[in-house]
C-alpha cells in the first residue's frame, strides 16, 4: 500500500519533501505554571486577559486560554473552503496576526524568528506574547488542515512566509505529523523530525462534554458543529462510482456528495490510544485494515491534476494521492462515505 507509516518514508515522499511546503506543527502543551503540565505557560504581566471559552475549567490562569491541544481535537465550525469562501471573505489580517473569521483562530502571522525543535517549538509557542496576547500554542489537525487551500495554495496576505516546513504534533503526544500545503499528511519519524518552521495559534471552543457530537439515526450521523450530515456506513467504490452513489443517494431527501479532504479530517480522532482514528459509537463496523491500511476517497483533486485524488487512510490518519502511488489510482476500488451540507 502506499501510504507512509512512522519510521517509513517512501520515494514518492522523499521528492515531495524536496518541494516548497508548509506544514503546522500539532503538540500537547499546557495552560498555567504548574509543574505537572508538559509546558508551562508563561504569560506576561502586560498580556490581555485572555479569558475565553477554552480557559473554563482547564487550569488556566487569570491571563491564559488553555493551551493544552487535546481540548481542541475538533471542528466546532464549519470547515472554511466547504461552500466557496474566498480568503478575503475568511481572514481579517493585521501586520502581526492573521483571524480566521470563519473558525475564530487567531494566527501568527509570520513565522517564529528561526526553525526549532519539538520541544523548543512548543517553548515558543507557550511563552509568546503576541497582540497583546499570551495564550499561544501550536495547533491540532484540524486546526492546521482548516487553513488549507487546495486550488490555488495559501493566502499569501494572510501568511506571507506560506512555503516553509513547520513541526507539527497532535493531542496524542506518541503520534506526530506534517501537513503539507498541498493537503498531504504524513506521520512524523522520531529519526527525521529536525528543526523546521513554527506558526502558532490561539483561540478556539471547548466542546461541551455533557453534549453529544453527533445527532444520529439508524443511517446518518450529523456532526452539530460543522453542520456536516454523514452515512454511518462506508463501501468500496472507484473514484467515478463513489460520486455517483453518492449522487443518487435518497436517504433522508438525498443531497449528498462524496466529502472534500478538509471535511474527511473532521471525523478523525487523533487522541485515542490507537486506529482506527474515528468515533466507533457514530461509526459502528467500521472496515477493517488491510496490510495496516483504510484509505478512503476524498473529491478531492492534487491540485489541477484530475488524474489524482487525495485519500484518507484511517489506519494511520494519513493522506496520499493516487498520483504518488504505483498501486492505486481512480479506478480504484477504495471505502466511501456520503456527505450532506447543512441546508
Known amino acids: 500500500m502506499p501510504f507512509v507509516g512512522e519510521g517509513n518514508m517512501s520515494r514518492e515522499e522523499g521528492r515531495r519533501m524536496s518541494a516548497p511546503f508548509l506544514f503546522l506543527a500539532l503538540t500537547v502543551a499546557g495552560c498555567g505554571n504548574s509543574p505537572e503540565v508538559s509546558s508551562p505557560k508563561v ?19 487569570a491571563n491564559c486560554a488553555s493551551s493544552d491541544p487535546t481540548l481542541f481535537q475538533m471542528a466546532l465550525w464549519p470547515m ?45 509557542c507557550a511563552q509568546l506574547d503576541l497582540g497583546g496576547h499570551c495564550d499561544w500554542r501550536l495547533p491540532t489537525r484540524i486546526e492546521g488542515v482548516s487553513l488549507l ?35 498531504s499528511f504524513f506521520v512524523r519519524s522520531s529519526t527525521s523530525s529536525g528543526p523546521d518552521s513554527v506558526r502558532c495559534v490561539r483561540g478556539g471552543g471547548v466542546p461541551d462534554n455533557d453534549g453529544a457530537r453527533y445527532e444520529l439515526t439508524v443511517d446518518l450521523a450529523t456532526d452539530v458543529a460543522t453542520g456536516l450530515t454523514w452515512t454511518r456506513a462506508a463501501s468500496k467504490h472507484t473514484y467515478a462510482d463513489a460520486a455517483s452513489m453518492c449522487s443518487e443517494l435518497q436517504l433522508d431527501g438525498g443531497g449528498f456528495r462524496v466529502p ?12 485515542q ?23 478512503f476517497w476524498t473529491s478531492s483533486f492534487q491540485g489541477t491534476n484530475d488524474q489524482s485524488a487525495w485519500m484518507l487512510d484511517f489506519a494511520t490518519g494519513t493522506v496520499e494521492a493516487t498520483g504518488f502511488t504505483a498501486s492505486l489510482t481512480l479506478e480504484s476500488p477504495l471505502y466511501a462515505f456520503c456527505v450532506r451540507s447543512q441546508a
Open 43 to 61: 504569560c506576561s504581566e502586560h498580556c490581555a486577559a485572555d479569558q475565553d471559552t477554552a480557559s473554563a475549567g482547564t487550569g488556566g490562569d
Open 80 to 124: 472554511p473552503g466547504s461552500t466557496g469562501e474566498t480568503p478575503e471573505a475568511q481572514y481579517r489580517v493585521d501586520d502581526a496576526i492573521t483571524h480566521d473569521q470563519i473558525t475564530g483562530l487567531d494566527w501568527q502571522r509570520r513565522l517564529a524568528p528561526e526553525p526549532l525543535m519539538d520541544e523548543a517549538a512548543e517553548a515558543y
Open 149 to 183: 487551500d487546495l486550488s490555488p495554495p495559501f493566502d499569501l496576505n494572510a501568511f506571507p512566509e506560506s512555503e516553509a516546513t513547520l513541526v507539527l504534533w497532535s493531542g496524542n503526544p506518541e503520534r506526530r505529523f506534517r501537513l503539507g500545503s498541498d493537503g
Open 260 to 271: 472534500s479532504l478538509k471535511e474527511l479530517h473532521t471525523l478523525v480522532l487523533d487522541a
Open 273 to 295: 490510544d490507537t486506529g482506527p482514528w474515528i468515533d466507533p459509537s457514530a461509526f459502528p463496523n467500521f472496515p477493517k485494515a488491510v496490510s495496516g491500511h483504510i484509505p
